[in-house]
């Protein structure tokens, strides 16, 4: 099953983190690969250790390498487009070991829309995910091609944002 969470409101990556914690939950295993993100951590990635959770049970790969062309960012593209790739790789061998129920690959769908990844090379890789795995894909701007392979697709629509206001991201609501 292959699950979208995009639109421009908040609530995409916390929506995928909900979605692992219920199956979790269900005594199964949940894989957080993420594109674009990194190298600054986000109150989930200290969820694991924080409650003794073993790796194999949960785990986040962050995998980016922070803002991809904006906000004084000044490694060349190729650079994100590598390890793009590789967050892709990561995901495909993660789908295909078996060992996880729910796979999340974040960010995927801004990866795609920034031109890191083509739509043709992610959906390779999630041409086959067997009926009982869960994928999700977050990110704005969700490629029409991605939807129409989704089983479920929810859009996030701001309504509101402390943004909007001049304020800033908030500890432990955004990171
Ligand atoms: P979250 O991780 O909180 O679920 P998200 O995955 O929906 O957010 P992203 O597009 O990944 O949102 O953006 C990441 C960061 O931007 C987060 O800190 C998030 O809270 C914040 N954010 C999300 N939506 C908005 C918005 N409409 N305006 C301003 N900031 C936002
Ligand atoms: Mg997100």
Do not use: Y
């Not at 109150?43 to 980016?64: A, C, L, S, V």
């Amino acid at each position: 099953m292959l699950i979208i969470f995009t639109g421009n409101g908040k609530g995409k990556t916390t929506a995928a983190l909900g979605q692992a914690v219920r199956i979790m939950g269900r005594g199964k295993k949940a894989l957080i690969v993420q594109c674009i993100k990194g190298p600054w951590k986000s109150g989930e990635d200290f969820f694991r250790e924080t409650f003794d959770i073993p790796k194999e049970t949960f785990n986040i790969r962050k995998m980016g390498l922070g803002f991809v062309g904006i906000l004084g960012d000044t490694l060349p593209k190729e650079k994100h487009i590598e390890a793009a790739k590789s967050a892709l790789a990561t995901f495909k061998e993660a789908l295909e070991s078996n060992k996880w129920d729910l796979i999340v690959l974040d960010e995927v769908n801004v990866a795609v829309s920034l031109g890191l990844l083509t739509v043709d090379e992610v959906l390779k890789v999630a041409e086959n995910i067997p009926e009982e795995k869960l994928v999700v894909f977050t990110g704005r701007g969700a490629p029409q091609e991605f939807i129409d392979k989704a089983d479920l697709a929810t859009e996030m629509r701001e309504i509101k944002h402390p943004f909007a206001d001049g304020k800033k991201a908030k500890i432990s609501i955004e990171f």
